[in-house]
């Protein structure tokens, strides 16, 4: 029997049912990571994290994020690349994106947003200002 591909949607988790808004943390820096979850988990929000851009992109789909904070340098796909793709994916173009990067140039700035990102932070980031931009990427 073949598998109805439309009904694979409905068993995924959904980000209106949540009480808690889960954000995916893309990053090869265990220790970056780390920092982020823990002003994340302290400001209210669940986090998983993925290492590279295409784990994220794996995990965006599976997990439905309600964000993703997104570094660009990482090995395999890129953070601008793994950008790119969510916002072109009917499935996650709905899921907002912030880089949060140590690249800061401004031409680095503008292309994040091109790709799709709804925001751009500079390493290293103030926790308390993490989890104000994210509760204003949630907010709309």
Same mark, same amino acid.
Request: proline share 6%; net charge neutral.
């Given at each position: 029997?073949?598998?109805?591909?439309?009904?694979?949607?409905?068993?995924?988790?959904? @980000?209106?049912? #949540?009480?808690?808004?889960?954000? *995916? !943390?893309?990053? +090869?820096?265990?220790?970056?990571?780390?920092?982020?979850? $823990?002003?994340?988990?302290?400001?209210?929000?669940?986090?998983?994290?993925?290492?590279?851009?295409?784990?994220?992109? @794996?995990?965006? #789909?599976?997990?439905?994020?309600? *964000? !993703?904070?997104? +570094?660009?340098?990482?090995?395999?796909?890129?953070?601008? $690349?793994?950008?790119?793709?969510?916002?072109?994916?009917?499935?996650?173009?709905?899921?907002?994106?912030?880089?949060?990067?140590?690249?800061?140039?401004?031409?680095?700035?503008?292309?994040?947003?091109?790709?799709?990102?709804?925001?751009?932070?500079?390493?290293?980031?103030?926790?308390?200002?993490?989890?104000?931009?994210?509760?204003?990427?949630?907010?709309?």
């Amino acid at each position: 029997a073949r598998s109805n591909p439309t009904c694979t949607a409905e068993l995924r988790p959904s @980000r209106r049912t #949540r009480t808690v808004a889960l954000v *995916l !943390i893309v990053d +090869d820096s265990p220790t970056d990571v780390h920092v982020m979850q $823990q002003a994340l988990e302290k400001g209210g929000f669940s986090t998983a994290a993925a290492g590279d851009g295409d784990e994220a992109i @794996r995990k965006a #789909r599976e997990l439905r994020p309600d *964000l !993703i904070l997104m +570094d660009i340098v990482m090995p395999g796909l890129n953070g601008f $690349q793994a950008t790119r793709e969510l916002a072109n994916d009917p499935e996650t173009r709905s899921i907002p994106v912030i880089m949060v990067t140590s690249k800061a140039q401004e031409s680095d700035r503008v292309w994040g947003l091109r790709q799709g990102a709804v925001d751009y932070l500079v390493k290293p980031v103030a926790t308390d200002q993490l989890v104000r931009k994210a509760q204003a990427a949630l907010a709309g």
